[in-house]
């Protein structure tokens, strides 16, 4: 809705036809729920009224609101959101569901209902990842047709994931890449396993992964992104021994299993990958983006693991701590820490602890902080998941 202008109520008669649209909740079929997202109450009572006959519905006067319900809520397939709201509008909206890491939420269907006829505010929705569009004064029969659409499109995409989902856990190649699959990572990772437990030696596991957020939203990026993670992978293959093994685990994500290297060498390799992602060149409409990459690194004579999937674990847990904590790092290697644990370090190796560097900072003398952030925030980082969970148990019991 722009602002300062009045909105009549939208013309959603009861009178209009509604055959060969989806039976409502009163068929015995499970009923799909739908998102209405707006700040005028008038407007979601409207829009409600004619969706509740055949679909349920939630509402939410503003983004701030309708992100919440997302994040709680999996058994929405469809948002219908105003642009201009109070709070979190339409377009901060948008962006944040495109680039959602839940995959039920990046792909959700989003239709746009906006008072405004003006071509710039539907081109920025659709540079968003808007699916759809519908006016104020929308039609009940035109409403639920469009509504049918997306849910037939969400219907396609999950098949079609699922499908991809299933060929990814027998497929030993990544079709776009030419790289190996998590399953031939996980047959590989258990051959070196056993080499090395009956043999000796040591085995290192990296996780490398885009740091996305710099790039903005997926949608707007999309064919770049695909074409920066082909040249990562590239640049990976030509950087590992013909006895790596290298794999695609996700997303502008890789992995590589190595024997013979230890804690220390494979921070150091994986510190090199990721200077080498800072090194590419990108440009896009004549601007350069500057790209960068973090990494987790666990190794089995550093960190102890009982089996190849812990391994995975924990250098996925440095990986996510790595972006966690900004991105544009490696975690791993230079800390003997396993699922969120820091052991004691060497004395020779000891730094300020949280208290002593909070007294520092408040005695003025930040330059004796600045060597031992990396270890602090090491410290405190438990602390901050901790945190993080516990407030996110305090909004669900509020809802």
Same mark, same amino acid.
């Given at each position: ?215 903005? !939203?997926? =949608? $707007? ?8 993670? *082909?040249?990562?992978? &590239?640049? /990976? ?93 490696? !975690?791993? =290697? $230079? ?8 052991? *004691?370090?060497?004395? &020779?190796? /000891? ?49």
């Amino acid at each position: 809705m722009l602002a300062g202008e009045k909105v009549a109520a939208p013309s959603l008669r009861s009178t209009d036809k509604v055959s060969n649209l989806p039976p409502g909740p009163s068929s015995g079929r499970s009923a799909a729920k739908i998102l209405v997202v707006d700040d005028s109450r008038l407007i979601r009572a409207a829009l409600t009224q004619h969706l509740r006959s055949h679909y349920a519905v939630r509402e939410a006067q503003d983004g701030d609101e309708a992100w919440q319900i997302l994040l709680l809520d999996p058994a929405i397939q469809v948002v219908i959101s105003d642009l201009d709201m109070q709070g979190m509008g339409g377009i901060a909206l948008l962006q944040k569901i495109r680039s959602s890491k839940l995959k039920r939420i990046n792909t959700l269907p989003v239709i746009v209902n906006s008072a405004s006829e003006e071509e710039s505010f539907r081109e920025e929705a659709l540079r968003q990842g808007a699916n759809d569009f519908i006016c104020k004064d929308v039609r009940a029969v035109e409403l639920l047709a469009r509504v049918d659409t997306m849910l037939r499109l969400a219907r396609t995409q999950q098949e079609l994931a699922g499908s991809r989902e299933a060929l990814s856990e027998t497929a030993t190649f990544d079709p776009a890449t030419q790289l190996a699959t998590p399953h031939l990572l996980q047959v590989h990772l258990g051959k070196m396993w056993a080499y090395v437990k009956r043999h000796g030696g040591d085995l290192s596991l990296i996780n490398v992964r885009l740091d996305r957020m710099r790039l903005g !939203v997926d =949608g $707007e990026y999309g064919p770049l992104i695909e074409q920066i993670e *082909a040249s990562i992978g &590239e640049l /990976l293959t030509h950087s590992i021994r013909k006895e790596d093994c290298l794999a695609r685990t996700g997303d502008c994500e890789f992995s590589v299993a190595s024997v013979g290297i230890d804690a220390a060498g494979a921070r150091a390799f994986a510190s090199r990958l990721c200077m080498k992602v800072r090194a590419m060149h990108v440009t896009r409409d004549g601007r350069e983006i500057r790209l960068t990459a973090s990494a987790g690194v666990a190794n089995v004579a550093f960190d102890h693991p009982q089996r190849p999937e812990e391994l995975q674990m924990i250098t996925q847990e440095r990986l996510d701590d790595a972006q966690a904590q900004g991105g544009d790092q490696v !975690v791993g =290697g $230079e800390v003997t820490r396993k699922a969120g644990l820091v052991a *004691a370090p060497a004395p &020779e190796a /000891l730094g300020p602890d949280v208290g002593m560097a909070i007294q520092w900072i408040l005695q003025g003398q930040e330059e004796r902080v600045l060597p031992h952030i990396e270890e602090l925030m090491h410290q405190i980082w438990p602390l901050i998941k901790f945190i993080e969970r516990a407030q996110r148990m305090k909004k669900e019991t509020l809802v």
